[in-house]
């Protein structure tokens, strides 16, 4: 899949989406992440993309013309599935939508900055509107890196261990079950007298025994943190 991420700080966002998992993913040739500076489309010879919003509000919002013609000159090379505005009033990105984007061909993702952008590139060429959570970001940088992780790291093929992405938390609506590695006997730095060992279960080498202790395990942990997720509609 591609990616395009479009933004006024393309430094912030360089170094992260080349490194890790998404940089393996690109080097597999599973993935394509492309960002884009904002402000080489401006038409403004001083390269400014933002103004103030009419009607007095306080703040500054990026402009039509740039986005419009970013946007314009991507769509021109190829078809995009999604393109998506990073905004703290959009549906709230979760692991479902991750799926589901990662299932995508193309997509754009639009970074907010400053107060926002221009509503008529909402109205008229967004197509999916994003929050990562209920707070304000300074720019929506922040929240593209999160989503392009997370929609990448669960194409086949991204993670070695195919297992592993699906057993992560969110997957099935269900927090992830504790994990431990070695040593299964473990004395703490500050009281070396105290042992913290690991349950017995995962050193018995029965795979459907623990296959159940982790499902256990995993719902005790959703309903005492996240009984949310097992809400349903």
Known sequence: MRIDIITVLPEMLSGFVNESILGRAQKKGLAEIHVHNLRDYTADKWRRVDDYPYGGAAGMLIQCQPLDACISALKAQRHYDEIIFTAPDGETFNQGMANELSLKENIIIICGHYKGIDYRIREHLVTREVSIGDYVLTGGELAAAVMADSIV????????????????????????????????????????????????????????????WEMEQALERTKRLRPDLLETE
Do not use: C, M
């Open 153 to 212: 790291r669960v194409i086949p093929g991204v993670i070695g261990d195919v297992e592993s992405a699906l057993s992560d938390s969110f997957q099935d609506n269900l927090l992830e079950p504790p994990v431990y590695t070695r040593p299964a006997e473990y004395h703490p730095i500050d009281n070396p007298d105290e042992t913290w060992g690991i349950p017995e279960i995962l050193l018995s080498g029965h795979e459907a025994k623990i296959k159940d």
